[in-house]
T-cell receptor
Framework: DTEVTQTPKHLVMGMTNKKSLKCEQHMGHRAMYWYKQKAKKPPELMFVYSYEKLSINESVPSRFSPECPNSSLLNLHLHALQPEDSALYLC???????????????FGPGTRLTVT | AQKVTQAQTEISVVEKEDVTLDCVYETRDTTYYLFWYKQPPSGELVFLIRRNSFDEQNEISGRYSWNFQKSTSSFNFTITASQVVDSAVYFCALTHYNQGGKLIFGQGTELSVKP
């Protein structure tokens, strides 16, 4: 089962709202990722978790707060977002072993976020 | 510097034509990994292939084939007898063994296959 699920599929939120994006995988992967993708652009890495610990933060503003409650779940908490944060947010997972950078990442369908 | 260039922004073909998507990469490392992903309009990136820098064998999977040439730093992707379902954005990506899974993506090539 090479499936990563994300909820919700679509989200509209105001600049003062607090919301969360959820991601789940059951492939036994120990690395999980959040990406942001604007229209007509490649995905941009935001965060990487390895064994439930944050290993990479690509200088993402603090209004985005990731959380990895267990090896299967990844959340992205959103607060006080700006309209320019509107984008497709993609979650991915991969194996994590020696030379783990070499493993392919499996992506979820994404959450399309609109900030009004 | 590490970089991936997909010079073709958009390609349009008619069904059953063959099409090649180009990918050129730059890296100083000797150990690296190359990937192709497909992103249909639904949004999900679908993994197609991984190739490591020590394996220059070409690969064929059904109508898909990949040509990896280290001498020209290229990893091109060919779709034979294209179909409408192949319409998508295709991304080439590069990573290194010690980068914690950080992918360097090209800008993507949008392929449109018309019936």
């Amino acid at each position: 089962d090479t499936e990563v699920t994300q909820t919700p599929k679509h989200l509209v939120m105001g600049m003062t709202n607090k919301k969360s994006l959820k991601c789940e995988q059951h492939m036994g992967h120990r690395a999980m990722y959040w990406y942001k993708q604007k229209a007509k652009k490649p995905p941009e890495l935001m965060f990487v978790y390895s064994y439930e610990k944050l290993s990479i933060n690509e200088s993402v503003p603090s209004r985005f707060s990731p959380e990895c409650p267990n090896s299967s779940l990844l959340n992205l908490h959103l607060h006080a977002l700006q309209p320019e944060d509107s984008a497709l947010y993609l979650c991915a997972s991969s194996q994590e072993r020696v030379n783990w950078g070499s493993y392919e990442q499996y992506f979820g369908p994404g959450t399309r976020l609109t900030v009004t | 510097a590490q970089k991936v260039t997909q010079a073709q922004t958009e390609i349009s073909v008619v069904e059953k034509e063959d099409v090649t998507l180009d990918c050129v990469y730059e890296t100083r490392d000797t150990t690296y990994y190359l990937f192709w992903y497909k992103q249909p309009p639904s949004g999900e990136l679908v993994f197609l292939i991984r190739r490591n820098s020590f394996d220059e064998q070409n690969e064929i999977s059904g109508r898909y084939s990949w040509n990896f040439q280290k001498s020209t730093s290229s990893f091109n992707f060919t779709i034979t007898a294209s179909q409408v379902v192949d319409s998508a954005v295709y991304f080439c990506a590069l990573t290194h063994y010690n980068q914690g899974g950080k992918l360097i993506f090209g800008q993507g090539t949008e392929l449109s296959v018309k019936p």
